[in-house]
């Protein structure tokens, strides 16, 4: 029978704190058939005499055959596995929102009328969709604001309006999610939708900036393009759809 592999782990496990990629590392040691020295370190006397001795600035760190491999994603690119970069941009919380949102919006659909083929399903997929958004950027409006004038047009003349944005559009998305207050939601969504689509039309094709989009918040690294055009147009949409629904045009 082979001997089975064995890893050294030295991790800070102490009593108000337990390093989670510590964790990760043990688990992912594990995953990959290693027998692990779980070494703890306790105390931060004890954690900083490690970092001094091996000459490292972070821990977790890991040894195999008496190879210092490093930290979590040291460990992953050793056993090559994909480590994510902090600098790329990516459609991914994009694509997470609108997938989250229409599985919210045809589940809806199909208790409510026993099928997802109605047009509320369309309606709930678009508001959703909008108070998800509006939900990331609410959680630092300040480092919204500061992504969002960077290319929208208004927000760039006017700086309260960025500010403003995520709140209008979570109000317009709850009132039309219950078609509630049509007079108001359907005004605010003609409005910051077709202002979002000609600034990121001409920030995108006409100008052929290559910014980042402050559309899901402003930690994201979600590239302006066809995807913050298509949610604005998705917004003017809705809102002409509800405008033709309610006869007010």
């Not at 994510?84 to 199909?110: E, H, M």
């Not at 899901?216 to 147009?233: H, I």
Request: hydrophobic letters at 50%; one cysteine or more; glycine letters at 8%.
């Amino acid at each position: 029978m082979a001997e089975r592999k064995t890893a050294r782990l030295h991790r800070m496990v102490m009593d108000k704190h337990v390093c989670p990629y510590g964790i990760k590392s043990k688990w992912l040691l594990e995953s990959e058939g290693y027998a692990v020295e779980d070494h703890h370190l306790t105390t931060r006397e004890e954690t900083d005499a490690f970092k001094a001795k091996h000459d490292v600035k972070t821990t977790p760190q890991t040894f195999i055959g008496g190879e210092r491999i490093g930290g979590y994603e040291a460990l992953r690119r050793y056993f090559d596995r994909k480590v994510k970069d902090n600098d790329k941009t990516s459609y991914q919380p994009v694509i997470a929102v609108f997938a989250v949102a229409l599985a919210l919006a045809v589940s809806l659909a199909t208790w409510s009328f026993g099928t997802p083929l109605v047009a509320r399903t369309a309606e709930w997929f678009v508001a959703f969709s909008m108070a998800m958004l509006a939900m990331l950027k609410l959680q630092d409006v300040e480092q919204f604001s500061s992504m969002f004038v960077g290319y929208d047009l208004l927000g760039r003349r006017w700086v309260p309006y960025a500010y403003a944005y995520p709140f209008l559009e979570a109000a317009a998305a709850v009132l039309m999610a219950g078609h509630l207050l049509p007079w108001l939601s359907i005004p605010i969504a003609l409005i910051i939708g077709t202002i979002g689509a000609v600034s990121v039309f001409y920030a995108v094709y006409v100008q052929k900036r290559e910014i980042k989009c402050a559309c899901v918040g402003g930690g994201s690294n979600v590239p302006l393009g066809f995807v913050s055009l298509s949610e604005n147009l998705a917004m003017m949409g809705m809102g002409l759809w509800m405008l033709a629904r309610y006869g007010l045009a």
